[in-house]
């Protein structure tokens, strides 16, 4: 048989026993052996090291996890819950303010205990153990065995050797840290801030036995160097990391274990299994230390591949089932851990919060723990924050919290956002019935904010024939027509309008007719920064906009937004975000211009400002200016996160009330990171440095959202834009169902008799 060739054993082939290598004598491999052994499998295992040895520590597991154990093996559950300790608090301490939150629950064991557990509950079915042996290549295992377990680690060799099927990607972090140990047991889980004159350093420590914690201290590389600590040998590291640390410590010293100072390298797998081999644990994906174990996620993959290998008639089968099962929570807990790795990473915006809101911010800050999980688990700390941040009274979430920008106060947090819906009919920019119903719907359903589509300020400026305007008197009038209907029938409730120029991405058909596509006919000339197309060979190539092109656009947009002002609208947003006209000339993949408005990002950013100057001079000086942008192109060579504050900056310097942060649509290859308020972070820093207030966006789709989100001092307000389709009521349903009736979300005189929900079915 060629190398590297798989193959299926005969065994599964008749239902009965397999043959089973398992390659590294970690808990993943060690738990998969003695649960497929449990099976009446014929299991060998092969581990490198001794069995003694161990790196690491402690081990936390959840009461997730355990459960799956105790329904799979109640044996190795009973010797572990014979071991555990448990405890149920979260300390934090800033700047020596110590701050607990309750209720969490954590489980933990040192590691080389449980490893001695497994290896006697391998032993006791039957599974040979080969320690001090490295496994045989996977390609001759797999030709001699039925099923293959590769369990070997982050650095995993089979997953290397078979690169080209399993199609690895590895992703290193941007900190450095160390794992160490104490010789006495912390009472909590405790996170603990070190601001040094290197810079910030955070210490992550638990207990894992009566009388030991382990102690994870991290830092940013650059903060890590600075300090000298690249030049440390384990027992110096241990050493100035006690004494960093001393106060926590209680003066104790640290020691290690093989310890060494490393990046977090984040491994995902394209594929899990190759013929009958399959990964397992580290070998097939990681996760940030920061949000729990590797250890849990191999634990729980060698639960679902028993189930599998026991559920399913075969092997191919088996490692199909195996990898639908793992592959969703996996990758949840994946975009968790990624989110809770940048917040560390970025810890040093943080902490100059007050000490309630950065221990709610670190506690939120994988969107796991969530502000209604947290108030669930220990009401007394999430009330506190609550007062911090300024809520009314212990009735009003968050989100109905006031927040005033300039004249206008907005009565709640919830913003429905700017929302294109192509439907002027008849190509002339005038809403109609369909508009007047759509935001009126919206108006009516709570949102202290409804926001328009973008509004185009010229016939050659919008995206498709169903774009409106306002550069006709007949558009003014329509937009007025709306205005009205929602100051009147929906009374406190704010109407924006968002102003905008399709620049290169103008002239296409309605969205449901082919996104980004050019009209078949009737075409209107393209402008843009650069002579570039958004879809080569597909979009039509925009001419390069001289400077008559630009002054003509400056007042295109300051006589849309005079007209804005006489409609009545309550806010304007200047769209500088997605590819359209002025976001073009902010990012460098679309601005390649060589005059003043080229180059650099401050001559980038010199057209946008313009504009914003223009429509400021003649926007109501009570009214506020948001400005959108794009603070990622999600593609190489795009717009930077400092770029972005930069950007942000700039439009508060010139008046901008707030920022409206979303991300990408500038280029059409782009590769956005989708995912859970997958934009929040971007709109997070940007408040952080430049201390402006932000409006988040981008897949908020809960109330419990919107909440945590505010507290955590990550955004102002949230725009809120699907959820508004699928329920024009969603702020007050939101209301409902946090029993909230207070004055920042009443129903609709005419609406009241339906403010809580009917009963379903026969309830």
Not at 143 to 170: E, I, K, M, N, W
Request: charged fraction near 20%; include cysteine.
């Amino acid at each position: 048989m060629a190398a590297g060739t798989m193959r299926v054993g005969s065994a599964m082939r008749a239902g009965g026993p397999l043959r089973v290598a398992v390659v590294g004598g970690g808990p993943g491999g060690l738990y998969a052996a003695a649960l497929l052994a449990r099976q009446g499998h014929t299991v060998e295992l092969w581990e490198r090291s001794a069995p003694e040895d161990t790196f690491g520590f402690g081990v936390v597991l959840s009461d997730e996890t355990l459960g799956g154990i105790e329904a799979a093996d109640t044996v190795v559950y009973a010797a572990l819950g014979a071991e555990f300790v448990r405890w149920d608090d979260i300390d934090i301490v800033h700047r020596g303010r110590l701050l607990t939150s309750g209720g969490h629950g954590f489980a933990a064991i040192g590691r080389r205990r449980l490893l001695e557990i497994l290896h006697e509950r391998c032993a006791g079915l039957g599974v040979k153990l080969r320690f001090r042996t490295g496994a045989p290549a996977a390609a001759l295992l797999a030709a001699s065995y039925d099923l293959v377990v590769a369990a070997d680690g982050v650095h995993s060799a089979t997953r290397q050797s078979g690169a080209a099927h399993f199609r690895p990607t590895l992703t290193s972090g941007r900190c450095r840290y160390i794992w160490l140990a104490a010789d006495f047991a912390f009472d909590a889980f405790r996170f603990e801030i070190a601001e040094t004159e290197h810079g910030v350093m955070q210490l992550h420590a638990y207990p894992y036995s009566a009388d030991a914690s382990t102690v994870i201290v991290e830092m940013h590389e650059k903060v890590w160097r600075a300090a000298g600590l690249d030049l440390c040998d384990e027992d110096e590291s241990a050493a100035r990391c006690a004494k960093i640390f001393g106060e926590a410590l209680r003066g104790r010293p640290l020691h290690g274990n093989r310890s060494a100072w490393t990046e977090f390298r984040t491994v995902v797998n394209e594929r899990w299994s190759h013929g009958n081999v399959v990964l397992l644990g580290d070998a097939a994906h990681t996760a940030h230390f920061s949000i729990g174990s590797g250890t849990k996620l191999a634990v729980e993959d060698a639960l679902a591949l028993a189930e599998a290998v026991a559920a399913q008639p075969d092997v191919p089968a088996a490692l199909a089932a195996y990898e639908a099962a793992r592959r969703p929570a996996v990758a949840s807990t994946q975009r968790a851990a990624a989110a809770s790795m940048r917040w560390f990473e970025e810890l040093a915006g943080y902490v100059d919060q007050p000490a309630r809101q950065f221990a709610f911010n670190l506690l939120t800050r994988s969107r796991r723990v969530t502000h209604d999980n947290l108030r669930l688990r220990d009401e007394r700390f999430t009330r506190a924050v609550e007062r911090d941040f300024g809520c009314p009274d212990e009735d009003t979430p968050p989100m109905f919290t006031p927040l005033k920008l300039r004249g206008l106060t907005l009565r709640n947090r919830v913003v429905v956002s700017p929302m294109d819906m192509y439907s002027a009919q008849h190509g002339d920019g005038i809403p109609g019935d369909f508009h007047l119903v759509h935001l009126g719907a919206r108006a009516l359903g709570g949102a202290a904010l409804v926001m328009t589509e973008m509004v185009c300020v010229s016939a050659e400026g919008r995206i498709t024939p169903g774009c409106t305007g306002l550069y006709t008197a007949e558009q003014a009038a329509a937009w007025t027509r709306i205005a009205d209907f929602v100051h009147t029938s929906a009374p406190g409730t704010a109407l924006g309008v968002q102003l905008g120029h399709s620049g290169r991405k103008g002239s296409t058909r309605l969205m449901w007719e082919g996104m980004d596509d050019p009209l078949p006919e009737g075409n209107w000339p393209v402008a843009a920064a650069s002579a570039l197309p958004y879809r080569p060979g597909v979009s039509a190539v925009p001419r390069e906009l001289t400077a008559a092109d630009l002054a003509s656009i400056r007042s295109d947009f300051a006589a849309a937004a005079v007209r804005a002002a006489d409609c009545g609208f309550d806010l304007l947003e200047l769209h500088c975000a997605h590819g359209y006209l002025l976001s073009g000339f902010l990012s460098p993949l679309t601005n390649h211009r060589t005059d003043a408005y080229g180059g650099p990002l401050e001559n980038r950013l010199r057209f946008p400002l313009e504009v914003f100057d223009a429509v400021r001079a003649v926007w109501p000086d009570d009214r506020p200016m948001t400005v959108r942008i794009s603070a990622t192109d999600w593609a190489p060579g795009g717009t930077s996160a400092q770029d972005a504050v930069d950007i942000a900056a700039a439009f508060a310097a010139h008046g901008a009330d707030a920022i409206d942060v979303s991300t990408g649509q500038v280029v059409a290859d782009e590769a956005p990171e989708f995912g859970r308020s997958y934009q929040t972070p971007y709109a997070d820093r940007i408040r952080g440095a430049v201390g402006v207030p932000v409006i988040a966006v981008g897949a908020i789709s809960s109330w419990d959202d919107v909440n945590s989100l505010l507290l955590a001092g990550r955004a102002d307000l949230c725009a809120v834009g699907r959820p508004h389709l699928y329920d024009p009521h969603w702020t007050l349903h939101a209301a409902a169902d946090q029993s909230y009736a207070g004055p920042a979300a009443p129903w609709p005189a005419p609406y009241r008799a339906g403010s809580r929900k009917p009963p379903s079915g026969r309830g």
